[in-house]
């Protein structure tokens, strides 16, 4: 398996199959004398904003509290709850309304449901 290639930046669905976010980063565990092993797949704002720059993560985890989104700016799932890598990354965890999805939820009650049309 091509870790980054099958992995970051595919669809996760949650356990009914509906979309859950994005596979932002990966946990790997370097052991010796093994392969690396992955611990966990990440998802979340903070993370994304990682991949540009370290300033970027910080101001996503500061805008994160300012707003009050989430608990965590980085949400891990373990990899023993992937449940299949394919086109989409199937994981079982709760679906639109878990803290996974905090940004997305914060967004469509606090802005999009006051947009003209909605």
Same mark, same amino acid.
């Given at each position: ?13 949650? #356990?009914?199959?509906?979309? *859950? %976010?994005?596979?932002? =980063?990966?946990?790997?565990?370097? $052991?010796?004398?093994? /392969? ?21 993560? #910080?101001?996503?985890?500061? *805008? %994160?509290?300012?707003? =009050?989104?989430?608990?965590?700016? $980085?949400?891990?799932? /373990? ?40």
């Amino acid at each position: 398996m091509k870790i980054v290639n099958d992995l970051l930046d595919k669809q996760l669905l949650d #356990r009914d199959k509906r979309k *859950a %976010g994005r596979v932002d =980063g990966l946990i790997v565990e370097l $052991r010796e004398d093994e /392969p690396p092993r992955v611990v966990a797949i990440e998802s979340g704002f903070a993370v994304c904003a990682a991949r540009v720059s370290e300033r970027w993560s #910080r101001f996503a985890i500061a *805008a %994160g509290k300012r707003l =009050g989104i989430r608990k965590t700016p $980085r949400y891990q799932i /373990p990899w023993e709850k992937v449940l299949d890598v394919g086109f989409d990354i199937e994981v079982d965890v709760d679906g639109p309304e878990s803290p996974m999805m905090a940004w997305e939820t914060w967004l469509r009650r606090r802005v999009l449901s006051k947009l003209p049309g909605k």
